[in-house]
């Protein structure tokens, strides 16, 4: 499990993270959120981040507020707190990170399957990128046991295959890990997210020149 200076910083998940978009938009305003995520995570400089972010978790407390007993706006203000605690880093993180979680439990109880599995990619994000006890509330196993939840519900996902990837990475279970970022790298594009697109597609590429190293070494 990552345990330096917060890893939480690659929840870019990051964060940790971004769902898939679905051809039409759940409802007003989800689509425009998830770009602006995009642009904002993939587009704008790290001096700039923090007020993008900011001003994306206000979005979304207005969806959420418009949106009762809808699992998607959660969803979305989990990850903008992940890829936050990212930007922010160090202990000061570990709040978001928390929120992050326990926005994904409350979405968990009203759609698991809400936006393709969305909630178990960005669960088993958390849990293999935060730090264990007492820092935080890592635990590996749980962060496999997510991932894998999430694959069955979306097996051709770019994310689901990419962050399976990384955490298979962490293990050192290489083989594996790169068989993973290549389905990542020719899972189907998303029409309406191609910033997105681009961004994972770039993380996937890299991870798997790095698992190629070092397979080349073992």
Do not use: C, H
């Not at 870019?12 to 602006?36: C, H, I, K, V």
């Not at 178990?120 to 264990?132: M, R």
């Not at 496999?144 to 519900?153: D, V």
């Amino acid at each position: 499990m990552k345990t330096s200076t917060f890893l939480i910083m690659t929840l870019a998940l990051a964060a940790t993270l971004a769902a898939p978009a679905r051809a039409a938009d759940p409802f007003p305003g989800l689509l425009e959120l998830q770009e602006q995520w995009a642009t904002a995570k993939y587009q704008t400089t790290r001096d700039e981040q923090g007020k993008a972010f900011e001003a994306l978790e206000q979005a979304a407390d207005d969806m959420i507020r418009v949106n009762p007993g809808r699992a998607e706006p959660l969803i979305w203000k989990a990850i903008i707190l992940s890829t936050q605690a990212g930007v922010v880093g160090g202990f000061s993180a570990l709040d978001k990170v928390k929120g992050a979680r326990d926005l994904l439990f409350a979405a968990e109880k009203i759609d698991p399957q809400a936006l393709d599995g969305s909630i178990y990619t960005s669960l088993g994000s958390l849990y293999y990128q935060v730090p264990g006890w007492p820092i935080g509330f890592g635990d590996d196993k749980k962060a496999g046991s997510y991932l894998q939840k999430a694959l069955a519900l979306n097996p051709d996902g770019i994310d689901p295959n990419y962050f399976y990837a990384d955490y298979l990475f962490e293990q050192k279970k290489f083989g594996e890990a790169a068989t993973y970022a290549r389905k990542a790298l020719d899972a189907p594009a998303r029409s309406e997210r191609p910033i997105a697109d681009e961004g994972r597609r770039a993380e996937a590429a890299a991870l798997l020149a790095k698992l190629q190293q070092d397979l080349a070494r073992n």
